[in-house]
């Protein structure tokens, strides 16, 4: 075996490397405001999560419409719609009458396929008809239309 060579003058080789810790002064302020940050985030999800919660109860509601009447499903449509805008602070939108309460509905979530002007004349006179009937095609579009608003308003 060969002995290692050596070097006439130590002085060309270069520094020891400089440790990886202890970090810079600034990474314990980085380090800080990440997991400020993330806390932060965590607790704004978590409270929105809370808030919303009323959404997905009036949605869970909904799926139970097949043993509805047509009469009693305009209603509870109609009752969820403002069981959400109570829920949001909206007391005088609460009591205003069907007809004036659904084009706000409408101008809430601006879509042209839910809209509530399509199922006026079911939601205005269909509570007050004794032997209203509904398609099923309407009841279904009806069903659509009162989820995507709860899933979408901004009250």
Avoid at 5 to 27: C, G, Q, R, S, T
Avoid at 65 to 72: A, F, P, R
Wanted: aromatic letters at 10%; a positive charge.
């Amino acid at each position: 075996m060969q002995a290692p060579i050596e070097l006439p003058n130590k002085a060309y080789l270069l520094p020891n490397a400089i440790p990886n810790w202890p970090p810079a002064w600034w990474f314990w302020l980085a380090l800080f405001a990440l997991f400020v940050t993330l806390a932060l985030m965590v607790f704004l999800g978590i409270r929105h999560h809370q808030q919303r919660a009323y959404r997905r109860e009036a949605i869970q509601q909904l799926q139970d419409w097949h043993e509805l009447s047509d009469q009693e499903l305009a209603e509870h449509c109609l009752l969820l719609i403002r069981r959400c805008l109570k829920t949001e602070g909206h007391n005088t939108l609460i009591s205003l009458p069907t007809a004036k309460l659904l084009p706000f509905l409408d101008s809430q979530i601006r879509s042209r396929k839910y809209a509530f002007q399509h199922l006026s004349e079911e939601l205005i006179e269909l509570p007050y008809r004794p032997a209203g009937q509904l398609s099923l095609e309407k009841r279904q579009n009806l069903i659509a239309t009162t989820k995507f608003w709860i899933r979408r308003h901004r009250a």
